[in-house]
């Protein structure tokens, strides 16, 4: 069976394999689905597969001399939800996630089988550059974060899942909604730098904390315009 990759999905690959083309010999048992995360490539990143010119699922029983096309998952990608949980390797991605608004559950101490309970049971796309994790067979649904830097990695999510954007409404911190708040109801929370500089507000409705467009303002909004600009 001759396995051909899509470009997209060669970085996947054993070196020898960059090529895309993958020769290989069916065992009789095995499952399509099964040969290719066996090459590295996990099944949440592969899109549409054509045996033989014709359609094909995962489970599919290959033989020798099929040939395979294996393409990319199609972008934007549409979710049923667009909730997320992030591996303990993400936070700088997940406090981008929230600042524009999506609903992303991370933890820095959580191991392989409560992220994985954590997105199963919430209905959270786990998002993780772990291709172990990824390839788990009791996880529901799952992404692989491209990029090394956490704005890459924002732009990669925002280009695939393509999710609507509420900026400046959850917090960075945990995770809840923020809602405006008059001055005087956090004042006694405030530097006194703070008190006098600041007149708008507004808290987290979970854990409390307080905030304000303050030092890091233009980085942040720089995050939310960029952000917006690749969402459109």
Same mark, same amino acid.
């Given at each position: 069976?001759?396995?051909?990759?899509?470009?997209?999905?060669?970085?996947?690959?054993?070196?020898?394999?960059?090529?895309?083309?993958?020769?290989? &010999?069916?065992?009789?048992?095995?499952?399509?689905?099964?040969?290719?995360?066996?090459?590295?490539?996990?099944?949440?990143?592969?899109?549409?597969?054509?045996?033989?010119? &014709?359609?094909?699922?995962?489970? @599919?029983?290959?033989?020798?001399?099929?040939?395979?096309?294996?393409?990319?998952?199609?972008?934007?990608?549409?979710?049923?939800?667009?909730?997320?949980?992030?591996?303990?390797?993400?936070?700088?991605?997940?406090?981008?996630?929230?600042?524009?608004?999506?609903? $992303?559950?991370?933890?820095?101490?959580?191991?392989?089988?409560?992220?994985?309970?954590?997105?199963?049971?919430?209905?959270?796309?786990?998002?993780?550059?772990?291709?172990?994790?990824?390839?788990?067979?009791?996880?529901?649904?799952?992404?692989?974060?491209?990029?090394?830097?956490?704005?890459?990695?924002?732009?990669?999510?925002?280009?695939?899942?393509?999710?609507?954007?509420?900026?400046? &409404?959850?917090?960075?911190?945990?995770?809840?909604?923020?809602?405006?708040?008059?001055?005087?109801? $956090?004042?006694?929370?405030?530097?006194?730098?703070?008190?006098?500089?600041?007149?708008?507000?507004?808290?987290?409705?979970?854990?409390?904390?307080? @905030?304000?467009?303050?030092?890091?303002?233009?980085?942040?909004?720089?995050?939310?315009?960029?952000? &917006?600009?690749?969402?459109?």
């Amino acid at each position: 069976m001759e396995l051909n990759f899509a470009e997209e999905l060669r970085f996947f690959l054993a070196p020898r394999h960059r090529a895309g083309r993958v020769t290989v &010999t069916c065992d009789g048992t095995s499952s399509l689905g099964h040969v290719i995360e066996a090459l590295g490539v996990p099944l949440t990143e592969v899109g549409e597969l054509i045996v033989n010119k &014709t359609r094909a699922g995962p489970s @599919y029983q290959p033989r020798d001399g099929d040939s395979v096309l294996v393409k990319t998952v199609r972008r934007p990608q549409h979710l049923p939800v667009t909730r997320f949980v992030l591996d303990v390797h993400l936070g700088a991605l997940a406090r981008r996630m929230r600042l524009v608004g999506l609903d $992303v559950s991370y933890s820095n101490d959580l191991d392989d089988d409560a992220l994985i309970e954590l997105a199963n049971s919430g209905r959270r796309v786990l998002l993780t550059k772990d291709r172990g994790l990824l390839r788990r067979r009791k996880l529901w649904r799952g992404g692989y974060v491209r990029g090394q830097r956490a704005d890459e990695q924002l732009e990669d999510v925002l280009g695939r899942f393509a999710p609507a954007l509420a900026p400046w &409404t959850r917090c960075l911190s945990c995770n809840g909604s923020l809602v405006s708040v008059p001055k005087q109801d $956090v004042e006694r929370l405030l530097l006194p730098g703070t008190r006098r500089t600041y007149q708008e507000f507004s808290r987290c409705t979970d854990c409390g904390r307080v @905030y304000w467009r303050g030092a890091h303002r233009r980085r942040l909004e720089a995050i939310v315009a960029a952000a &917006t600009r690749s969402a459109s």
